[in-house]
Structure formats: C-alpha cells, structure tokens
C-alpha cells in the first residue's frame, strides 16, 4: 500500500509504500476509495492536537469497499461499500488512516453505504456531517422553530447549516468572508453575519472554530437559558464571561464524533438529498499540499481526496 504518514509532528508528511494489513478477529481491510481532509488532520500533524503514537498515516474520514474479513466479521462481506465511524479511537487518530490506500479497522464501526451516495460523499459523512448532526441533535437538542447559530461553513458548518434548517431551525451563520455569505445562504441559513458579536438572543449556538473568541461571543450570543455547543479546538484555552453565564443560565457542552445510528442518519439525508455535501475533489498527490491549503482557512465545504488511484 502507498500512503502519507506522519513520522514528526511540524514535519511534512512522508509517502511511503508499506506491507498491506492483515484482518484480526473483528476486523474487516478495506480498499479506500475517499478520504476527507479535516483541520484535525492539520493539528495532529503540527502537534497542537498530540493524540496517538507516532508514526500514523493520517486521514480520519474514510470510505472504502471491504477486501478482505477477518474471523467473527458475520455482518460484511467482501465487495461492500463502507464508511468508517470516525473517533478518537478510529482510523487517522489511534492507528493508520484513510491517506492510504488500504486500511484496517473494526467491523463495528462500519455503515454500508446507501445507493446514490458516492464514497466521497461518505467519506465527508463519517466526520464533518457526523459530528455536526451529534452536535445539533444530540449535544444541542435541537427543535423545530429554534433560533441556532452556526459558527463558520468550512467542513463540519456547511453540515451544520443545511442540518439545523432541515430540522426546522432559523438559522443564522457567523461567516467572516464576505465572499461566503452567499454560499451560507444557499446551505439554507436565514441570516448571515460576519461576527460572532452580531449574535444575540439565540436559543442554541455551535462553534465549530473554538477559539476565545467565539466561545466568549457565543456564551454573549445566547439567550437566558441559552446553550453553547463548542465542536472546534482552534485554541488551547478560552476567556469565558463568567457574570454572563451564571447570570443567563447558559450551559456550555464539548461535542465530538457520533454514534452508528446518527451516522446512518446522516448517509441517508445524503441519499435523499436533504443533505448535500459541499465538497472540493483532490487528488491523492494532492493531499500534503491540501492540508496546508486547509491550515490557512477559507476553504468553505470539505477537502476530500480520491484514493482510487493512489
């Protein structure tokens, strides 16, 4: 197998040709076909994010097609398409990763891909639209006729919009480039601003960038009562208005990653197109400079690469 690895954090990734994996018992090898670039890739690799025993072919959002089962695997066979549930303890983070061409990982974290999705719409699936959904769904407890802001529309906020208005939500999204506001728009929000300080009275607001910043605007930016949902890990730590959240009642929740049944939600808006991923295609070559493209910020929707032929 070919595959980017990560051999020192601050260091570029390496290309490197390694022995295809072997299936364990519970194990499925899967050949990958797409494979999602996540600012998470980014902070793994510069070290701001140290998870995991290094060296490690990154790339935590994969879809694939099962070659090979391993014993006790009853529920696949070879030939099926597959997303990988992603995690702290899934492929990219705890052991190798979709920036390769085959990967290994548990049977357990599979979901068969519907018909009408293709793999780099499931790819994106199993992290961006996953976590996005546990956020709004789970974490937020999202309802019909809330006021919910979204923070950014890079990878997980362009999910996050068209989720919260398809669960019936008024939308507003904290999009700093003026250039995006209209892609904003067409994900399905109602109102776009260009500062987290233009929020207020909100009854759900989810960070997807996680600086001081907006974690101190977003606790400023809901109502009494109100709650934050904070998904991204920009800094290392955040000023918190401590007055404003006690007196307001505001509750603030970290959010990552999902369950198996919200995964398949997800793929199956993405079937039925109340789901439509804002994705930018790559090339498997193409993956080391991405990810810096993507360290820059700007890039509006997901970076996804295709690992056919890599």
């Given at each position: 197998?070919?595959?980017?690895?990560?051999?020192?954090?601050?260091?570029?990734?390496?290309?490197?040709?390694?022995?295809?994996?072997?299936?364990?018992?519970?194990?499925?090898?899967?050949?990958?076909?797409?494979?999602?670039?996540?600012?998470?890739?980014?902070?793994?690799?510069?070290?701001?994010?140290?998870?995991?025993?290094?060296?490690?072919?990154?790339?935590?959002?994969?879809?694939?097609?099962?070659?090979?089962?391993?014993?006790?695997?009853?529920?696949?066979?070879?030939?099926?398409?597959?997303?990988?549930?992603?995690?702290?303890?899934?492929?990219?983070?705890?052991?190798?990763?979709?920036?390769?061409?085959?990967?290994?990982?548990?049977?357990?974290?599979?979901?068969?891909?519907?018909?009408?999705?293709?793999?780099?719409?499931?790819?994106?699936?199993?992290?961006?639209?996953?976590?996005?959904?546990?956020?709004?769904?789970?974490?937020?407890?999202?309802?019909?006729?809330?006021?919910?802001?979204?923070?950014?529309?890079?990878?997980?906020?362009?999910?996050?919009?068209?989720?919260a208005a398809a669960?019936?939500?008024?939308?507003?999204?904290?999009?700093?480039?003026?250039?995006?506001?209209?892609?904003?728009?067409?994900?399905?929000?109602?109102?776009?601003?260009?500062?987290?300080?233009?929020?207020?009275?909100?009854?759900?607001?989810?960070?997807?960038?996680?600086?001081?910043?907006?974690?101190?605007?977003?606790?400023?930016?809901?109502?009494?009562?109100?709650?934050?949902?904070?998904?991204?890990?920009?800094?290392?730590?955040?000023?918190?208005?401590?007055?404003?959240?006690?007196?307001?009642?505001?509750?603030?929740?970290?959010?990552?990653?999902?369950?198996?049944?919200?995964?398949?939600?997800?793929?199956?808006?993405?079937?039925d197109r109340s789901?439509?991923?804002?994705?930018?295609?790559?090339?498997?070559?193409?993956?080391?400079?991405?990810?810096?493209?993507?360290?820059?910020?700007?890039?509006?929707?997901?970076?996804?690469?295709?690992?056919?032929?890599?």
């Open positions: 197998m070919r595959a980017w690895r990560l051999t020192t954090r601050g260091e570029p990734l390496e290309l490197v040709d390694l022995r295809d994996p072997a299936p364990g018992p519970g194990e499925v090898v899967l050949r990958t076909m797409a494979a999602g670039l996540c600012l998470t890739d980014v902070h793994i690799a510069t070290g701001s994010l140290p998870f995991g025993a290094l060296p490690v072919v990154l790339g935590h959002e994969v879809a694939g097609v099962i070659t090979e089962i391993g014993p006790e695997v009853t529920e696949f066979q070879a030939g099926d398409r597959v997303a990988v549930r992603t995690g702290p303890d899934g492929p990219g983070v705890a052991y190798d990763g979709g920036f390769g061409t085959v990967v290994r990982t548990q049977a357990d974290r599979l979901i068969t891909i519907p018909d009408g999705v293709t793999y780099e719409q499931a790819a994106v699936a199993t992290d961006a639209g996953l976590t996005s959904y546990h956020a709004l769904h789970d974490k937020g407890n999202i309802q019909p006729g809330m006021k919910v802001g979204i923070i950014s529309i890079g990878g997980l906020g362009s999910f996050g919009v068209q989720i669960a019936g939500a008024e939308v507003t999204a904290v999009v700093r480039k003026k250039a995006l506001a209209t892609t904003a728009l067409e994900l399905g929000a109602a109102t776009v601003v260009q500062s987290i300080d233009d929020v207020r009275d909100l009854d759900l607001i989810v960070d997807f960038v996680g600086s001081s910043e907006t974690v101190r605007g977003s606790v400023l930016g809901v109502r009494h009562s109100g709650r934050v949902v904070v998904v991204g890990g920009q800094d290392e730590s955040a000023s918190i208005p401590i007055a404003v959240m006690l007196m307001n009642n505001v509750e603030i929740v970290g959010s990552n990653a999902g369950t198996n049944d919200e995964l398949r939600q997800v793929l199956a808006m993405i079937a789901l439509k991923p804002l994705l930018t295609r790559i090339g498997f070559g193409e993956i080391p400079d991405s990810l810096d493209r993507l360290s820059k910020g700007g890039v509006a929707g997901r970076l996804v690469a295709d690992m056919s032929a890599g």
